[in-house]
């Protein structure tokens, strides 16, 4: 029982580097997230995807990309790395976008920009 | 947008007694949904419990409950009978009926002392 697979869990990047963070759910959930947590604080949403090929932005979207060609997947893409992004990056999914249902999380990456 | 606060950075409690872990938040919405998850040392992000705004009844699950508190805008988490395993960093999460996010607080560290 998978549920949402994140890798790597960890990753040192240098400053202008490029990388994509795999995120693969085996719920067939309809909903999928990446939130970025910051040491000492809550997770920030930076992007969303209600369905294969539909997504959209959260709080904090600058600085990276998302696709969403299946229901599986949904990668997460930095393009110019910067030390602001240094952070642990958690990928979540949900059934549907019903409010009373829960989202399953991935273990994280934590991601590095040195 | 919704905020959600968690004024207590750390909380302690003796093994077997209970503590209670505070929230509030600030929507202008009436019908929503209320979450605790719990993030030990693994990273990983588990549901603790979850209330629909529109029920009276404060939910529970096993040694775990809310008070729950609308007009106040209030949620907070009383852990029972406490355990080393509950040590923790415990968040509270709100998403409206008609959005697609969750909005978490800055979290709550929990320590068990044995």
């Known amino acids: 029982n998978a549920g949402v697979t994140q890798t790597p869990k960890f990753r040192i990047l240098k400053i202008g580097q490029s990388m994509t963070l795999q995120c693969t759910q085996d719920?067939?959930?309809?909903?999928m997230y990446w939130y970025r947590q910051d040491p000492g604080m809550g997770l920030k949403l930076i992007y969303y995807?209600?369905?294969?090929?539909?997504?959209d932005k959260g709080e904090v979207p600058n600085g990276y990309n998302v696709s969403r060609s299946t229901t599986e997947d949904f990668p997460l893409r930095l393009e110019l790395a910067a030390p602001s992004q240094t952070s642990v990056y958690f990928c979540?999914?949900?059934?549907?976008?019903?409010?009373?249902?829960?989202?399953?999380f991935g273990d994280g990456t934590r991601l590095s920009i040195l | 947008a919704q905020t959600v606060t968690q004024s207590q950075p750390e909380m302690s409690v003796q093994e077997a007694e209970t503590v209670t872990l505070s929230c509030t938040y600030d929507?202008?919405?009436?019908?929503?949904?209320l979450f605790w998850y719990k993030q030990p040392p693994s990273r990983q992000m588990i549901l603790v419990i979850r209330?629909?705004?529109?029920?009276?009844q404060n939910a529970t699950e096993n040694r775990f409950s809310v008070n729950f508190q609308k007009a106040a805008k209030s949620f907070s988490l009383k852990i029972s009978d406490s355990q080393l395993g509950d040590a923790a960093m415990y968040f509270c999460?709100?998403?409206?009926?008609?959005?697609?996010?969750?909005?978490f607080g800055t979290g709550t560290s929990l320590t068990v002392i044995p």
């Open positions: 995807s209600v369905g294969a090929g539909i997504t």
């Open positions: 979540a999914s949900s059934y549907s976008g019903g409010s009373n249902q829960p989202q399953h």
């Open positions: 719920m067939n959930h309809n909903y």
């Open positions: 999460a709100y998403r409206g009926n008609t959005g697609n996010q969750f909005y």
């Open positions: 209330q629909e705004a529109y029920k009276q």
């Open positions: 929507t202008s919405e009436s019908d929503y949904y």
